[in-house]
């Protein structure tokens, strides 16, 4: 029990405020992930399956990856689909990674978890696990990989030669959520890499739901994991209408905050109108943790829900440096200092901000951005990867030659233009106007080349 982290089940956390699906909300992915969850191959399936798995269909994966922007209301799902399997009896396990607390950012406790669950929901493995545990007392300080076999895989398959998984209705999710927040990258992409393999060779119809940011190591570990059995993709993406979703929750914040709220009585019956209604939802950018923020911002109990309203529309300043989106902030900041040379990131979110203000220097395209800070072909995209929770870097069409940067958040490139909000990381928009005045200048001296010169020293020192 020792090793078990007790706030990585997904109906434990100790936060005060734990990720939550807002009522008739997300109901197309989540019917989606369950028609997942519940499908069963029948035997002749099975047996196609193990002889070649990777040619079977999405509804027979094993392991489903969903997948989707910082923000964007994974773990919200999660939680709720665990929900769903909990009453129907089909949960084996769940493990939520969460990058702040020490006991859920390291891939130690996880299979401590797992094993704690399956003996729990099967009894009849309890005995299987104990065996294994006083067969070799230092199990649990073995690898992923071993632990895994040892304590959940192998007592399984043991069930199952007794016929356990022939019945209907079996447990049989496993749900890892935040994989990206496990702090070893390495142990993230072995984990996948172990589980594409391990369900085929133990032939179990177990079903893995991995969620996480598109973080690119994790997408290459799918990618060859694809290969070795079906892995199944589910985006969160404007496919799911999350626009819809958002309006609906925040009709319904703003309708309690109208009811119930200190200083209700002074709130006009038609706030906040529908032009304010459309411009949080465009800022929104889909991603329910902006309109999670917007509403704990506004539903203070110590000031005015107008006033705290107009702060977060820009329309008053805030009061005693109460910032709305700093919960928001940190995501970002996080996000931006873990990329391995942030000075060049930033240069490269500098020109792209000049790039695409109004009436500027149109087409903003990635070739132009190499260009002016005299950067290698295809630099942009590897530099920018591990941003992928926040933005793309993505052609606009399948025909089109260039491509170009768009953000998941529309807030993202509010943060990086305000100083108070991202201070180290504030975009000075002067500096790179005054690096396209100059890069723009020597491409017209040099007959279109463009050499290195003193543009680049000048930026990069």
Not at 51 to 74: H, M, Q, R, S, V
Not at 171 to 199: H, M, W, Y
Not at 316 to 340: G, K, R, V
Request: proline content about 6%; charged content about 20%.
């Amino acid at each position: 029990m020792e090793a078990v982290s007790p706030n990585a089940f997904y109906d434990s956390d100790n936060r005060a405020d734990p990720p939550k699906c807002h009522e008739n909300t997300r109901v197309a992915v989540i019917t989606k992930i369950m028609d997942w969850v519940t499908h069963t191959m029948d035997t002749d399936a099975f047996i196609l399956w193990l002889c070649n798995p990777a040619a079977a269909p999405e509804t027979d994966a094993f392991i489903l990856w969903l997948y989707g922007p910082a923000g964007a209301g994974k773990t919200a799902i999660a939680r709720r689909v665990a929900e769903l399997c909990e009453a129907q009896g089909l949960l084996l396990a769940s493990f939520l990674f969460f990058r702040s607390d020490p006991k859920r950012n390291t891939m130690k406790p996880l299979v401590a978890n797992i094993a704690y669950s399956v003996a729990r929901v099967i009894p009849s493995t309890n005995e299987l696990i104990k065996i294994a545990i006083e067969a070799d007392p230092l199990i649990l300080t073995y690898s992923i990989e071993v632990q895994l076999t040892k304590l959940v895989l192998e007592p399984l398959r043991l069930l199952a030669d007794q016929g356990y998984f022939l019945s209907g209705n079996i447990p049989r999710l496993v749900l890892i959520d935040g994989l990206d927040e496990c702090l070893d990258k390495d142990a993230q992409t072995n984990l996948i890499q172990f589980l594409a393999s391990a369900v085929i060779r133990n032939q179990l119809p177990l079903k893995f739901l991995i969620v996480s940011r598109p973080e690119a190591h994790i997408k290459l570990a799918v990618a060859l994991a694809s290969q070795k059995t079906t892995f199944s993709h589910l985006e969160l993406n404007t496919d799911f209408l999350p626009d819809e979703d958002i309006r609906r929750f925040l009709t319904d914040k703003f309708h309690e905050i109208k009811t119930c709220h200190p200083f209700r009585s002074g709130i006009p019956s038609l706030w906040p109108s529908e032009q304010q209604m459309d411009h949080l939802i465009c800022k929104a950018s889909g991603q329910f943790i902006y309109a999670s923020v917007v509403v704990r911002f506004v539903n203070s109990a110590c000031n005015s829900p107008m006033r705290q309203l107009g702060i977060i529309l820009g329309l008053q300043p805030p009061i005693n440096h109460d910032l709305p989106f700093a919960e928001l902030d940190a995501l970002y900041t996080f996000i931006l200092s873990c990329t391995n040379n942030l000075d060049l990131v930033l240069h490269i979110m500098g020109v792209h901000s000049v790039l695409q203000e109004p009436g500027g220097y149109d087409p903003c395209t990635v070739e132009k951005i190499e260009s002016v800070l005299y950067l290698e072909e295809g630099d942009v995209r590897v530099y920018l990867s591990p941003l992928n929770s926040l933005l793309q870097v993505k052609k606009a069409l399948e025909s089109d030659r260039k491509y170009g940067i768009s953000f998941h958040h529309t807030s993202f490139a509010d943060f990086l233009e305000s100083p108070e909000r991202s201070k180290d990381y504030c975009i000075d928009a002067p500096k790179y106007h005054l690096l396209m005045v100059k890069w723009i200048f020597q491409m017209l001296t040099s007959n279109g080349m463009c050499p290195r010169s003193s543009v680049h020293s000048d930026l990069f020192g």
